[in-house]
């Protein structure tokens, strides 16, 4: 688990370090790990039965007002998206690397 470390850096409300959500972290992330909804590197990332890859926290948000894939329109809810373990092992690569 994540936890903040003082010295001035904050935690996000998902738990990422600010210097991992604002810094050069994101910058250099590529863009599979940043969620197309927040944009924001994914912390827990969710795939959906049409391939979309989102963080579990924006997409559940997303569904709370429209209950379709934000890409493609389809009839979406959360209980058809499965975890996406190996890209969240990816990212917390990342963050380690630069926190």
Request: with cysteine; hydrophobic share 30%.
């Given at each position: 688990?994540?936890?903040?470390?003082g010295?001035?850096?904050?935690?996000?409300?998902?738990?990422?370090?600010?210097?991992?959500?604002?810094?050069?972290?994101?910058?250099?992330?590529?863009?599979?790990?940043?969620?197309?909804?927040?944009?924001?590197?994914?912390?827990?990332?969710?795939?959906?039965?049409?391939?979309?890859?989102?963080?579990?926290?924006?997409?559940?948000?997303?569904?709370?007002?429209?209950?379709?894939?934000?890409?493609?329109?389809?009839?979406l809810?959360?209980?058809?998206?499965?975890?996406?373990?190996?890209?969240?092992?990816?990212?917390?690569?990342?963050?380690?690397?630069?926190?």
């Open positions: 688990m994540l936890r903040d470390t010295a001035g850096g904050g935690m996000s409300e998902s738990n990422v370090p600010d210097s991992v959500q604002s810094g050069s972290t994101t910058n250099n992330a590529a863009q599979e790990n940043l969620c197309q909804l927040s944009g924001s590197l994914m912390t827990d990332p969710v795939k959906t039965p049409y391939g979309h890859v989102f963080d579990r926290q924006a997409l559940s948000d997303w569904l709370q007002f429209s209950q379709t894939d934000p890409i493609c329109g389809q009839p809810n959360m209980n058809d998206c499965v975890p996406y373990g190996e890209l969240q092992e990816k990212i917390f690569k990342i963050i380690i690397k630069y926190v």
